[in-house]
T-cell receptor
């Protein structure tokens, strides 16, 4: 069965520091992989997605993620964090090539940014 | 486009009452999803529709929950009777497709439901 693990529930980084949020997935076939961000009281906004091709994908707001099949990981990175990046981040995996519409989400990682 | 529109944003109701949540997907999107978000369980898919037809409702927790999509621009999620454990944020999302490059779910701002 598909599953997504985000091992870090809460991370605090200083403004200007680099960031890496971890995501591991379990899926038997080639997955679609997503990172979403949720600000307080808001819905989820897509940061980036991976389907195939280049394993390093660029997203909005300066974020990038790297798909590593051997490690079943899709970690999110940003070289320099801004205070406005404080939010909750969700990794998700979806089926590839089928009609299944289900995205399986991780439990999320809450990011706090220190001034 | 205004995005996915959900109403109400907040709902407080008493246990046993009927609750109806509403969603207007993005025009032209063929897929509509209802998710529930809680601290304990995270984001869970309840049901999704394709071209107004329910495809997978295996996530609907019990018979008290029902969802309809009478046309391409409107869906409802109904809980009858409501219970305190239904308290959560309910999100509606829509997408053009579920495969290929158009697989991106656009989320509404959610309805925060509190059942007292």
């Amino acid at each position: 069965a598909q599953s997504v693990t985000q091992p870090d529930i809460h991370i605090t980084v200083s403004e200007g520091a680099s960031l890496e949020l971890r995501c591991n997935y379990s899926y038997g076939a080639t997955p679609y992989l997503f990172w979403y961000v949720q600000s307080p009281g808001q819905g989820l906004q897509l940061l980036l997605k991976y389907f195939s091709g280049d394993t390093l994908v660029q997203g909005i707001k300066g974020f990038e993620a790297e798909f590593k099949r051997s490690q079943s990981s899709f970690n999110l990175r940003k070289p320099s964090v801004h205070w406005s990046d404080a939010a909750e981040y969700f990794c998700a995996v979806g089926a590839y090539g089928g009609s299944q519409g289900n995205l399986i989400f991780g439990k999320g990682t809450k990011l706090s940014v220190k001034p | 486009d205004a995005g996915v529109i959900q109403s109400p944003r907040h709902e407080v109701t008493e246990m046993g009452q009927e609750v109806t949540l509403r969603c207007k997907p993005i025009s032209g999107h063929d897929y509509l999803f209802w998710y529930r978000q809680t601290m304990m369980r995270g984001l869970e898919l309840l049901i999704y529709f394709n071209n107004n037809v329910p495809i997978d409702d295996s996530g609907m927790p019990e018979d008290r929950f029902s969802a309809k999509m009478p046309n391409a621009s409107f869906s409802t999620l109904k809980i009858q009777p409501s219970e305190p454990r239904d308290s959560a944020v309910y999100f509606c999302a829509s997408s053009l497709a579920t495969t290929g490059v158009n697989t991106e779910a656009f989320f509404g701002q959610g309805t925060r439901l509190t059942v007292v």
